[in-house]
């Protein structure tokens, strides 16, 4: 049925103007010089940007927006869209306003990627409802991991000056279907609570509102202490429960469609209910009564672990496990990817799976805290899919993405990192999407769709990731980087009275016989919390696939590998692919000059630079440090080092947690 909206738009012709070709325009650069005909009798906020949108840059037949009610549009859900070409012309449609303007970007991503669109026949729902990204930003304007700038949101400006890039930011999200963000640190000041603060949510909830995207806020557990003077925050304490639903119902007379809270408790020196002998669940299901008559819901953290002598990998489920199906459900546990922490490759967490009776959602990290931060290509969609590849997409709730956006005039840093938003959308929107399918359309939107240029960088783009962990991480090593700043190698680092689980020999475990942490059943036993048939395929040596091989065995240096190699060779040759891969990356884009502006090609190339520089950082520094273990020689064919140990052992980054590395800070070679 259509109900009494009928928006028209008119094919217009028009000319191509150029533009500075800054990175700001992210993939939504399509000449917007339209000027179509729109025929529009309801107007609302979201259906005005949905109409411009399309006029100003769709150049296809006539269009036509509608809502819906028929089953078949009821079925696709809240947010869900059809685009069809009937009589001549392309209908939207959808049951709501949010779904239009979703399909009014859908139809010129069509146009961009130079799609057939002779007949047109979608239907789209996304598969998750909660699509969310998380900033990790702190009041004074830094980013926790963040390397692409200062934060977004500027906070001493807000609520009276408004930055236009709020505006842009809402919008770049709506065009990938991101429908939720966090605007704040999950270390969080309790001042994000403070009446004054919220002022300054509401004006950013209100600009992006049109856009369909929703706000949330992380909080500190103990912010009834700090803020509300209370001498606890205990969740049993009625006190304490009154503070939060005053301050929820406040949070709500401003924001009427506040999201809820995100919180990570009781981790890395966070308060948390445990601090009262709580548990998660208590503490969880505490605020999220606080928040149901609202329809605000709670995203708790299963990113713990204490500094006991059990297996860093292990606790989170050791934690969590216990407590399915005892959290209220407008809860939903955010569970890392892998159980560790956002290395460069994990195995899942085994709390998916284990938790039946718990909604769960995967938080995966788009900045590259561990993958060289916006200095690196590294492409992250594989990575992703590599997880729905152990995790069924519909055995989670939602997609959390721990954002790599600063106020850097290309939001990411590097040109190319931009591609890591673009994809986590577009997989929290269909997690069954190819990575290459993916990196294709948004190198097409943010470049060109000549095919000289998309395929060979659509190749380079999907295999950025396995060269990153190749010159980093091969075979399952994990957590080997500097103290800190976690950029550089520094597989040796030793710092006097730190936590062991903080430290590099914690997880290579490097020594006379071999390398990599023993977590099968002869030591930490981690392999028994997945599921038996994988389990036992992780537990033994000889069926462990080998890119987790270090993950779950100590293994001798001379164990061979399925090649036939002793470990030592294949450690070698795989930092010597790594290292010859970046070369390859670097290649591929010098040769893709004549299709690039100069400006974009000189910011790219500049970083591809130290992408190469990093790869032989991180191949000399490990393998000339663990060849001190395996005393053995380098295959003839891997590269020579360009640096020695001694020299390496000394490099330490004048870099905080904020920045990206600039080339005169790195080890001269
Ligand atoms: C680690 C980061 C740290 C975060 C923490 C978290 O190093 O800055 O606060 O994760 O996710 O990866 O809470």
Redesign the pocket.
Known sequence: MTRNLLISILFCGSVCMASAEDGSRLWLRQDTTASATVDCMLQSPTLDIARNEISRAWRGKPASLQLFSDPAHEALGKEGYTIRTENGRITLGSVSETGLLYAAYHLLRLQATEADMTRLDIREKPVYDLRILNH?DNPDGTV??GYAGHSLWKWEELPDRISPRYEAYARANASIGINGTVIN???ASPQALSTENLKKVKALADIFRPYGLRVYLSVNFASPIQLGGLDTADPLDKKVQAWWKDKVHEIYSLIPDFGGFLV?AN??GQPGPCDYQRTHAEGANMMARALKPYGGIVMW?A?VYSPTDSDRAKQAYLEFNPLDGKFLDNVIVQV?NGPV??QPREPYSPLFGAMKHTPLMV?F?ITQ??LGHSNHLAYLAPMWKEFFGYVRPNTIRAMAG?TNIGDDTNWCGHDLAQANWYAFGRLAWNPSLASEEIAREWLQQTFTTAPEFVGPMTKAMTDSHEAVVNYMMPLGLHHIFAWNH?YGPEPWCMIPGARPDWLPSYYHQADKEGLGFDRSHTGSNAVAQYPDSLAKVFDSIDTCPEKFLLWFHHVPWKHQMKSGHTLWEELCYHYNDGLKAARSLHDTWTAMKPYVDDERYQAISHRMDIQVHDAIWWKDACLLYFQTFSKMKFPKEVEKPSFRLKELKKVKLPIT?YECPTMDMLPQL
Do not use: G
């Open positions: 990790w926790e991991r640190n999950v270390n990570k981790s890395e953290r990113f890392k922490d956002f938080e990290q805290e561990y721990v976690h947690n």
